[in-house]
């Protein structure tokens, strides 16, 4: 059943259109938050909780707009056609919608995981946004990489059983030009784009304030977030203990995030920022 404050939306980005669904603020806000997608099968994972956090973070006055990046979900053309250059041109597509078509006039970004990294990497190189969430975000991108093609070579050890040769499946996926990671075909430019980010090699230059939540099973933030957060302009790293809800199937609650994510905003409401000052 659709809801009265709910819209499905079409919005260009070069010559593909991106596929999005708004839900307008419980009042008349004209503030607004973009969210950004995990990768791959991560996405498919933390869909019901980005939803209901889109729903939660509405109902706290907040304009939400989530959108399927080019070649994702109901967005047109194939995954394995595009990187996450495109896909962050897409995040910057889906801002100027927002400003320009939409009214917002504060406008924020929230990612998950590599949604949350080229998140902050397409902010930093625009003045689109104003503020910025990022729940656990990929730090490093080779190691990230890395874990991924772990699990594509267990899951070629169990196809070919007896027969499996490691030295040449590792040797086969690093020249491959496509790679399946869980159904999804990965093309060697996206892998070597992954595989260059490195948000503490290279601390995001975006000036305006930050949240950046380390969601695991610990009370204290890890130590790379902690040194991310003291390496960007305003930011502030807390702790969420809730599982990896983007690498678990079934329902998990979105309660969590969204109240430490609503709680900093109300926070930055309360101290009357306005635009040129976040």
Same mark, same amino acid.
């Given at each position: @059943?659709?809801?009265? !404050?709910? *819209?499905?939306?079409?919005?260009?980005?070069?010559?593909? #259109?991106?596929?999005?669904?708004?839900? !307008?603020?419980?009042?008349?806000? &004209?503030?607004?938050?973009?969210?950004?997608?995990?990768?791959?099968?991560?996405?498919?994972? &933390?869909?019901?909780?980005? /939803? %209901?956090?889109?729903?939660? #973070?509405?109902?706290?006055?907040?304009?939400? =707009? !989530?959108?399927?990046?080019?070649?994702?979900?109901?967005?047109?053309?194939?995954?394995?056609?595009?990187?996450?250059?495109?896909?962050?041109?897409?995040?910057?597509?889906?801002? !100027?919608?927002?400003?320009?078509?939409?009214?917002?006039?504060?406008?924020?970004?929230?990612?998950?995981? #590599?949604?949350?990294?080229?998140?902050? =990497?397409?902010?930093?190189? $625009?003045?689109?946004?104003?503020?910025?969430?990022?729940? %656990?975000?990929?730090?490093?991108?080779?190691?990230?990489?890395?874990?991924?093609?772990? +699990?594509?070579?267990?899951?070629? @050890? @169990?196809?070919?059983?007896?027969?499996?040769?490691?030295?040449?499946?590792?040797?086969?996926?690093?020249?491959?030009? @496509?790679?399946?990671?869980?159904?999804?075909?990965?093309?060697?430019?996206?892998? %070597?784009?992954?595989? +260059?980010?490195?948000?503490?090699?290279?601390?995001?230059?975006?000036?305006?304030?930050?949240? =950046?939540?380390?969601? *695991?099973? +610990?009370?204290?933030?890890?130590?790379?977030?902690?040194?991310?957060?003291?390496?960007? $302009?305003?930011? +502030?790293?807390?702790? /969420?203990?809730?599982?990896?809800?983007?690498?678990?199937?079934?329902?998990?609650?979105?309660?969590? /995030?969204?109240?430490?994510?609503?709680?900093?905003?109300?926070?930055?409401?309360?101290?009357? #920022?306005?635009?040129?000052?976040?």
């Amino acid at each position: @059943m659709s809801h009265p !404050r709910e *819209s499905i939306l079409q919005i260009p980005s070069d010559d593909a #259109l991106l596929h999005a669904v708004y839900r !307008r603020a419980a009042y008349q806000s &004209a503030s607004g938050i973009i969210f950004c997608d995990p990768f791959a099968e991560e996405k498919k994972c &933390a869909h019901r909780v980005l /939803v %209901e956090a889109a729903r939660a #973070l509405a109902d706290a006055d907040l304009n939400c =707009l !989530r959108f399927d990046y080019r070649g994702c979900g109901d967005s047109s053309g194939e995954f394995h056609d595009f990187t996450p250059d495109e896909w962050r041109e897409d995040i910057l597509a889906t801002a !100027r919608y927002m400003r320009d078509e939409l009214g917002i006039t504060i406008l924020g970004v929230l990612g998950l995981r #590599l949604g949350a990294t080229m998140a902050i =990497l397409a902010a930093q190189s $625009t003045e689109l946004f104003d503020f910025a969430v990022l729940w %656990e975000p990929v730090i490093n991108g080779e190691q990230y990489m890395k874990m991924n093609l772990r +699990r594509s070579l267990i899951k070629a @050890m @169990m196809t070919e059983g007896d027969g499996f040769d490691g030295n040449g499946v590792r040797s086969r996926h690093a020249d491959a030009r @496509m790679l399946d990671f869980d159904g999804y075909r990965v093309s060697q430019e996206t892998r %070597e784009q992954i595989g +260059r980010m490195d948000l503490l090699q290279a601390s995001p230059h975006f000036a305006g304030p930050v949240l =950046l939540l380390n969601i *695991s099973s +610990r009370e204290q933030v890890a130590s790379q977030f902690s040194e991310l957060a003291q390496a960007m $302009t305003h930011a +502030r790293a807390e702790a /969420v203990v809730q599982e990896p809800f983007w690498n678990r199937s079934g329902i998990v609650s979105s309660q969590p /995030v969204a109240t430490a994510t609503a709680l900093w905003l109300a926070e930055l409401q309360a101290n009357a #920022l306005q635009p040129s000052e976040l």
